[in-house]
């Protein structure tokens, strides 16, 4: 299954490569034999009905959970393997940290600090994991902040903001740590729907005015239309169909993605 650069080599190595990926709870297969990539600078989209598998993909890469057949790489490293004598063995947690310092997340929860104004809920994990000073990772703080529409609050408490206010220190947080590619889980479906295009505008932004790559699980198809470089829908945990957003909400191919879009649109 092609990924987000259709396997075009002036996209460059694969930032992200599930080989055969197989992931069970118990009798449930959720991700069945799974392969697929994602290239720098590409924002890819994962839609599809509750429990094909789309959140799996993300909290594997955050390593919440482990693989049970198949091999994960971020920017040609292996996540949860390494190798040791020419054979690929599990990793160790240093091994891990370190491949995932690559990876940042924004969840439905914000997950902030209550007891940390704005700027040191972005500022604490540059300081604490990247070993970064307190003067850059307040430049680099208030950039992010900035660039969210958040100046004028920075010195407030999440308990003084609203959940979509919340949600953008989320999204400044996550990028405060650079990282080369960032996941996005349903990170609307937590808020008020008064409060869901103010974050989607931040995340546009973010998509258009960065080179960051996204992989991005949404039930918004709008949002979806808009950022994608490709679209991939997912059920029963496999790929059903993967193309740009054009031609998945255009013309799809498939009589299973031609229900679902019905169904949510």
């Given at each position: ?16 490569r ?23 600078r ?64 924004v ?18 994990a ?116 993967a ?23």
């Open positions: 299954m092609p990924g987000a650069g259709d396997g075009r080599r002036e996209d460059g190595p694969e930032l992200i599930f080989q055969d990926v197989t992931k069970r709870f118990g009798e449930l297969t959720v991700l069945d034999d799974l392969c697929f990539s994602v290239y720098p590409k924002h890819v989209t994962l839609i599809g009905p509750s429990g094909s598998g789309k959140t799996t993909i993300l909290r594997l890469l955050m390593t919440l959970v482990k693989p049970d057949e198949g091999t994960i790489t971020v920017d040609g490293e292996h996540l949860t393997h390494e190798e040791r004598h020419g054979k690929l063995v599990p990793a160790g947690e240093k091994h891990v940290r370190e491949v995932r310092k690559k990876i940042g997340m969840f439905q929860q914000f997950n902030l600090f209550p007891n940390m104004k704005v700027l040191r809920n972005v500022t604490e540059p300081v604490h994991v990247l070993g970064l000073s307190k003067d850059e990772a307040e430049a680099r703080a208030r950039d992010l902040i900035e660039l969210v529409g958040l100046t004028e609050h920075i010195d407030k408490y999440p308990t003084q903001l609203s959940g979509g206010q919340q949600q953008r220190v989320a999204i400044a947080r996550a990028l405060a740590m650079r990282p080369k590619v960032l996941l996005l889980d349903e990170v609307t479906s937590a808020l008020d729907p008064e409060l869901v295009a103010g974050v989607l505008d931040v995340l546009r932004d973010v998509a258009h005015s960065t080179e960051i790559t996204m992989l991005c699980v949404t039930h918004e198809m709008s949002f979806a239309r808009d950022i994608s470089d490709c679209v991939m829908m997912f059920d029963k945990g496999r790929i059903v169909e193309a740009p957003p054009e031609q998945l909400f255009g013309d799809p191919r498939h009589q299973r993605t031609r229900d679902f879009l019905r169904s949510v649109q």
